[in-house]
């Protein structure tokens, strides 16, 4: 076997990141999209109110219309009688106009008529004959309605740049009438597996091969992220294969990423790849990580590269630290991971110099949530499958002890 070097230049993975994003100025796109279709997408302009939400003063109660000047002093023993004069229908505008000692029934989301200025809950009044009603307690001005502009006034800002659309804010906008809005478009990133051992997910397999599983963990990553998945395929650990595929996908994405195998002889030609993609071409072999440490982040004709290794469980955790904060800078966005505090359930050893990324199960007794490291090897998928989230040992620590307190960033 021919000799390799093993020695990496290792950084922790701020400071790798902040290489990358010092080389990469996005060329993001927009596009204008469908409110209804927008689950999801991220804003590329912001979003301000054509128009007042409610549009008219509303009632937030069945009961009627009243002046509140007409109840005050209105009790169980001493209540004010009130003549009913109409019903507001729902979805059209009232013409009654309501006197002194009048008041009108009306339906929760009604609008309200002229001349009243609050509502009386249908349980705080009782019916009596001719049209009559009883109120048996004081409303006061402006009780039980929802004012003209209340939860939106027009012109106001209601989404910012950058803001990734929720269930909610697809309702707030069409409820002002926003039915198109214009969206950046996802990074596209291409997934480049290698090795000669690799078959795909359906394939039969032969004594000495595996099923590709890391094109299609980290394409639901990405795809969770807001991303757009390109799967490109197996190369061999050939030089002329390798190449020839990471060039043809390289040509059709935003961002490619290469996982190859752990051998040394695999890191070797999978960075000379990815020099061959363009300039500035690799900017960092080596991250002080656990799993992850071979990992090779380059910046390609303005197009990041990322080179993870082959084991399932070292390519999901660095994509994790690496792909998904690359993923939000497209969009503009801050990396801020869901996470839950716990206390941990059992020591975590670490080797000073590097950062360590623990997967655990949360189990929740008697109100506390505990963390419980799950140990094992780095090609062993199913330590995350059984897994909630992940803690990390930070730099140089020396390790956690059982009893403390620890962030569990959440999958």
């Known amino acids: 076997m021919a000799a390799a070097s093993e020695f990496f230049n290792v950084q922790p993975v701020t ?38 939400l409610p549009a008219f003063t509303r009632s937030t109660m069945d ?17 004010a009688y009130l003549q009913v004069v109409g019903v507001v229908k729902m979805g059209t505008a009232s013409s009654v ?16 008529p002229p001349g009243v200025d609050a509502v009386v809950m249908v349980e705080r009044t009782q019916p009596l004959g001719a049209g009559e009603i ?22 106001d800002l209601i989404l910012p740049t950058g803001h990734r659309l929720r269930p909610q804010d ?11 809005v214009e969206v950046i478009e996802p990074l596209r990133v291409g997934i480049l597996s290698c090795g000669d051992e690799l078959v795909t997910p359906e394939s039969g397999i032969e004594p000495g091969q595996i099923r590709d599983i890391n094109a299609y963990t980290l394409a639901g990553l990405l795809a969770e992220a807001g991303a757009e998945p390109v799967l490109l395929g197996i190369a061999r650990d050939d030089l002329a294969d390798f190449t020839a595929k990471a060039r043809a996908g390289f040509a059709e994405v935003d961002m490619l990423i290469v996982t190859a195998g752990s051998s040394v002889s695999a890191r070797d030609l999978t960075a000379e790849v990815i020099s061959g993609l363009g300039q500035p071409g690799v900017l960092q072999h080596g991250l002080a990580v656990k799993p992850g440490k071979p990992t090779i982040l380059a910046v390609c004709e303005n197009r990041p590269v990322i080179g993870l290794p082959g084991n399932p469980v ?11 904060p690359l993923v939000r800078h497209w969009f503009g966005l801050s990396f801020r991971p869901a996470m839950v505090q716990a206390v941990l359930g059992r020591n975590i050893a670490s080797t000073t110099g590097r950062e360590d990324s623990v997967p655990v199960r949360l189990l929740e007794q008697d109100g506390v949530l505990t963390a419980e490291p799950i140990f094992g090897k780095s090609n062993l998928i199913y330590t995350l499958v059984n897994a909630d989230g992940l803690v990390t ?15 569990v960033v959440l999958f």
Not at 18 to 40: K, N, Y
């Open 15 to 52: 400071v790798a990141l902040e290489t990358v994003f010092a080389h990469w100025s996005p060329s993001r796109r927009t596009i204008g999209l469908d409110v209804r279709q927008g689950l999801g997408r991220v804003l590329a302009q912001p979003v301000h109110s054509p128009e007042n």
């Open 314 to 324: 070292s390519a999901m955790l660095v994509a994790r630290q690496i792909v998904l």
């Open 63 to 79: 009961g009627y219309a009243v002046i509140a000047a007409d109840t005050f002093g209105a009790s169980a023993s001493l209540p």
């Open 170 to 180: 697809i309702g707030g906008l069409l409820g002002v009438g926003v039915v198109q």
């Open 134 to 155: 009883e109120v048996l307690a004081p409303v006061a001005p402006g009780e039980n309605l929802v004012q003209i502009g209340e939860d939106v006034r027009q012109g």
């Open 97 to 112: 106009e309501v006197m002194t000692g009048q008041a009108v029934e009306i339906h929760t989301g009604g609008m309200l």
């Open 393 to 407: 040992v930070p730099l140089n620590s020396g390790g956690l002890k059982a009893g403390a307190a620890v962030d």
